[in-house]
């Protein structure tokens, strides 16, 4: 989803509230009509959760910015809508515990009636179960765990959601690693031709999960895991694993993680030591900008250690109308998007089309505003026109696009590059 290098369709939807008139207009549809002619308007806020600071701020600035735009050119008549932000990061590195923290937050203002974000899925372990409780939707836009939303390794989901079990209060707009990994394992074994596979992950939720996948699929395709290890993200030198790897010569290094876990820097110590030739491939946790982004993969890893480097991310590339959202986003920003500023833009757009659509009968009681957006969002009847496309949620809060799109670097741009796409509802792996 590189929407920094092809843009991406911005319809701006003007949302218009239903005509009402008489006493039967409900107080929200009435506002409506008051805010289109000027009057009052309820003031309403989307709480942005995304970690803003540090190395994780290549992630999480231009998705907030994503969510930003979205606020700026869509509007709900009747509504003034603005953001509470909150940052996740500790000492520059997602903290769920700080996410959890953030979520209540959120959650003890009653105008805040929808949450975009976290960004990572431990984080989103964290911030489910507060959600819940409090009937607060969310919406992520890149996590990928799929324990999140549907039984994983024999574990439910509604362990996530102790207070109201039946209730959903959490949807995404990425799609999941059990195809994220298996596209991984699609580049290492049917593009990069790899026979043999080295695979790390970082210990934590997304990143060992996602390395799980990978080394199912590359061997269930052909290939062999030679060695397999988890790396904490702690980890300062990585000396010691570059040199067992070594004396191995797998066709391919896979890493499931993010780039602060330190997985630039190993790829840079595997260029120290002439290992640059072998294909190294990692998920959307190192997809986080080109190689003047500061703190990126691509940056940290440096020129040799950029080379022969494929990364996924759980979205789609081709979407409709490409261009518009680098335009009006660079306008606004000043910059180019990121990878995920135009999942932020379409969570944006799910809220605001849900606004819309629960106004005139909700009311304008906050507490039933937040209950009627959070059950129109769950609903899997319901379907979004968005930047990404159109797409609804199920029934357990997944998006029905099931696509991954596949990068490689380019020496040229010293960037990402677009390599393809894969539709895994149209055409599945195996």
């Known amino acids: 989803m590189k929407y920094a290098r092809v843009g991406a369709s911005l319809a701006v939807i003007a949302v218009v509230a239903s005509a009402c008139s008489g006493s039967t207009a409900s107080p929200a549809a009435s506002a409506a009509a008051s805010g289109a002619a000027g009057g009052a308007a309820i003031n309403v806020k989307v709480g942005i959760e995304l970690p803003m600071s540090g190395g994780e701020a290549p992630n ?55 949450v975009v974000g976290p960004f990572n ?26 324990g999140l939303t549907k039984e994983w390794g024999g574990v439910s989901p509604t362990t996530l959601r102790p207070t109201h079990p039946d209730k959903i209060a959490y949807v995404r707009v990425a799609t999941t690693d059990d195809l994220q990994g298996a596209a991984g394992a699609d580049i290492a074994f049917n593009i990069a031709k790899a026979k043999t596979a080295y695979v790390a992950d970082d210990t934590q939720t997304y990143g060992k999960g996602l390395a799980d996948v990978f080394a199912t699929d590359f061997a269930k395709l052909g290939g062999t895991v030679a060695k397999r290890d988890s790396i904490p993200g702690s980890t300062t030198d990585f000396t010691s694993y570059v040199t067992a790897l070594k004396s191995f010569n797998p ?73 518009a959202l680098q335009a ?97 509802t149209a055409k599945p792996l195996f």
């Open 60 to 114: 999480g600035v231009p998705t907030a910015n994503g969510v930003a735009l979205a606020i700026d050119q869509v509007k709900v008549p009747g509504f003034n809508v603005t953001i509470s932000q909150q940052d996740d990061a500790v000492n520059g590195v997602h903290n769920p515990q700080q996410g959890a923290k953030n979520m209540q937050t959120l959650a003890n203002d009653p105008t805040v009636l929808f």
């Open 121 to 146: 899925s431990n984080v989103g372990q964290a911030e489910i179960p507060v959600g819940n409780a409090a009937g607060l939707m969310q919406c992520s836009p890149a996590n990928t765990y799929p």
């Open 251 to 323: 066709d391919y290094v896979y890493y499931g993680g993010v780039t602060t876990s330190g997985i630039g820097l190993f790829r840079k110590q595997m260029a120290q030591q002439g290992l640059q030739t072998i294909p190294f491939g990692g998920g959307d946790g190192i997809s986080d900008g080109s190689a003047a982004t500061k703190s990126s993969f691509l940056q940290i890893a440096g020129p040799a250690g950029d080379q022969n480097t494929y990364s996924t991310v759980a979205a789609t590339h081709d979407i409709p109308n490409p261009g």
């Open 328 to 424: 009006a986003y660079k306008a606004k920003f000043g910059t180019d998007p990121g990878a995920y500023s135009a999942a932020g833009y379409a969570c944006t757009q799910v809220f605001l089309q849900a606004l819309q659509a629960v106004a005139a009968s909700a009311g304008s009681d906050l507490a039933t505003l937040r209950e009627a957006v959070r059950a129109y969002v769950a609903d899997p009847s319901h379907s979004y026109d968005t930047v990404l496309g159109k797409f609804s949620f199920d029934a357990n809060g997944d998006t029905t696009q099931h696509i991954i799109s596949y990068y490689g670097y380019d020496a040229t741009t010293q960037d990402w590059k677009f390599l393809q796409q894969r539709d895994f």
